[in-house]
């Protein structure tokens, strides 16, 4: 319910802090005081068209407002969820306007969009004026009105599952016609790609693992060509050409030729350099066995290296030819495995689905006919429960009808296979229309009201704001309107604006709302009455300009025979 309003220039209004409590709360106070600036000023906060005009005179901007305490489980709060705001005990929609039209919304201080603003706004209060119906008179929510009223709350969850499994059921018709369909276009291409991808039959992490081995084989014929160059130069390229080995020998020889005359120890001279080329010698076939063990161990195999090669590279044209990676290569295959298959047995499946269709569709009609039966049954419960209430208020010659109109199969939906039409006919003989349609301005608001009485338990919103309902009826007819009031509002939060002082006594809470002139400038004030202060109010609402003591004595005798 709405626990609080705060104002801040809007217009006459300079700064207001309002409270409500549960119940009934009645706004009274003389034609031009302000009752409609304040109700101007909660359509500010629940998302209204935002006019400049409002923004009071000086002042630059404008700001409202309001508190809200939903029960648990409100809509309001999935919607709050659905737009990922966090939820809290209190909801406060504020709306900021500027002088120049310009306007910012928020809600618990977080800045969001005048159309969310709105939807809120829908959810939490319910307006109900001579010139401004909202709520019951849009027909968009007539049934879910009417299914609350008197329908099980089972067939209207049976309905809404049928229909998500019916629509399930002719997706997956339709998806499975479509990719039959694609797949016979394509059918020549796919066998081919099958054909292609299933000799290549690429394998999870193969071009990784290729890839390294190729790398490794690259490196090893790098050795072995290396070694080969090494040993290439310690032998002979051909016989006419003499290795180092054979050179060494050679020059030993040559060395030995020498004669020891002439030194004193009778060696031969050239003995050191003979001893370095036994040693060159040495060490020559040393290296050459060494050399010829790496090239025995390096094993060079250039026909593995392309073959791997070879692989690598069709693994890597195949990826490219079909627009994926070599990694996605087994999937690519598997899925257009699945396409052909689901090709060649795809008619028996599409057959199967059709069949589910037409189960799933006559499930959901059977649940529709249930729903609609219950319907017409709550409809008539409902059109009774109105008619009884429509002659104390001064309507015992309007008809209320609920209407039920099958829809044409592409009109159905979670909600059934019919709409449903709050209509009325004013007078005797006249065809039933939409409310807002036939009934004029006062026969409007009371009509809602008689609705409000019967559905109050109905509907979600826990605000109501009528607007003058009891406006142009007096007497009997006054205070009918004041006792129905009452029974909504042992319901739900109701806010009345109201001219009637039968009405303004069955009040839990009364605001008189007054314009003064300070400083030779006029504003809005709103005053708590209690006691004696609400009496002489409602002795103004009777008498008028000058309140005698039996206005007085009729104020008691009212606010005593509704205590």
């Known amino acids: 319910m709405l626990t609080a309003l705060s104002i801040r220039d809007v217009v006459l209004i300079e700064r207001l802090d309002l409270g ?7 706004l009274t106070g003389e034609t031009g005081a302000g009752k409609s600036i304040l109700l101007d000023s909660l359509g500010l906060a629940l998302g209204a068209r935002a006019e400049s005009g409002l923004v009071r005179h000086g002042a630059e901007q404008a700001s409202v ?30 709306r900021v306007l500027s002088r120049d039209g310009r306007s910012r919304a928020f809600v618990n201080d977080q800045p969001v969009g005048a159309a969310l603003l709105r939807r809120l706004g829908g959810l939490l209060v319910e307006v109900q004026g001579q010139h401004d119906q909202m709520g019951l008179a849009d027909p968009a929510g007539h049934a879910a009105l009417l299914d609350a009223f008197a329908v099980p709350p089972a067939l209207r969850t049976g309905v809404a599952e049928a229909w998500r499994r019916w629509r399930a059921a ?29 000799a290549l039959q690429p394998e999870a992490g193969e071009e990784e693992q290729l890839a390294t081995e190729r790398q490794a084989l690259q490196q090893g014929e790098k050795r072995a060509e290396a070694i080969a160059a090494a040993l290439a130069e310690l032998t002979p390229r051909d016989r006419r050409s003499a290795g180092p080995a054979a050179a060494l020998r050679a020059a030993g020889r040559a060395l030995q030729r020498l004669t020891p005359a002439g030194t004193a120890s009778g ?11 036994e040693r060159a010698e040495e060490a020559l076939a040393e290296a050459e066995m060494l050399l010829a063990r790496l090239a025995a161990d390096a094993d060079a195999d250039p026909r593995r290296l392309e073959a791997t090669e070879e692989r690598l590279f069709a693994l890597r044209a195949a990826a490219r030819k079909h627009q994926v990676t070599v990694a996605e290569l087994p999937g690519l295959r598997e899925s257009l495995t699945a396409r052909l298959a689901a090709l060649e047995t795809g008619t028996a499946r599409v057959a199967e689905l059709e069949a589910a269709a037409v189960a799933a569709r006559a499930t959901y009609v059977t649940a529709c006919e249930r729903l609609s039966a219950a319907r017409r049954a709550a409809a008539t419960r409902l059109d009774q429960a109105v008619a009884r209430e429509l002659p104390p208020l001064r309507l015992d010659k309007a008809r209320f009808v609920t209407g039920l109109t099958p829809l044409e199969e592409s009109g159905w939906g979670a909600a059934g296979a019919e709409s449903v039409q709050f209509l009325i006919a004013t007078n005797p003989g006249q065809t039933p229309g939409p409310l807002a349609r036939i009934a004029s301005g006062g026969e409007l608001s009371r009509l809602m009201l008689a609705l409000k009485v019967v559905l109050a338990g109905a509907s979600p919103v826990p605000t109501l704001v009528f607007d003058e309902v009891d406006s142009g009826i007096g007497g009997a ?29 069955r009040g839990l809470a009364h605001l008189r709302v007054a314009k003064e002139v300070a400083k030779g400038r006029a504003q809005t004030l709103v005053e708590k009455l209690q006691g004696p202060a609400r009496r002489e109010e409602i002795a103004r609402m009777l008498a008028g300009e000058t309140v005698t003591e039996a206005a007085r004595a009729a104020a008691d005798s009212l606010l005593v025979g509704v205590g």
């Open 170 to 198: 002719t997706t997956a018709l339709a998806e499975a016609r479509e990719a039959m369909a694609t797949a016979q276009r394509d059918e020549d291409w796919l066998r081919h790609a099958v054909e292609e991808l299933a």
């Open 20 to 26: 409500f409590g549960a119940g009934l709360t009645v």
């Open 477 to 505: 007819t006054a205070a009918a309107v004041g006792e129905r009031l009452a029974r909504v509002a042992e319901q739900v939060q109701v806010l009345l604006v109201t001219h009637s002082p039968q009405v303004a006594a």
């Open 65 to 94: 407002s309001a508190a809200f305490q939903p029960p648990p489980g409100h809509p309001a709060y999935a919607l709050l969820a659905e737009q990922g705001l966090a939820a809290e005990d209190e909801l406060v929609l504020r």
């Open 267 to 277: 060696e031969n001279p050239a003995a050191p350099a003979l001893a370095a080329l």
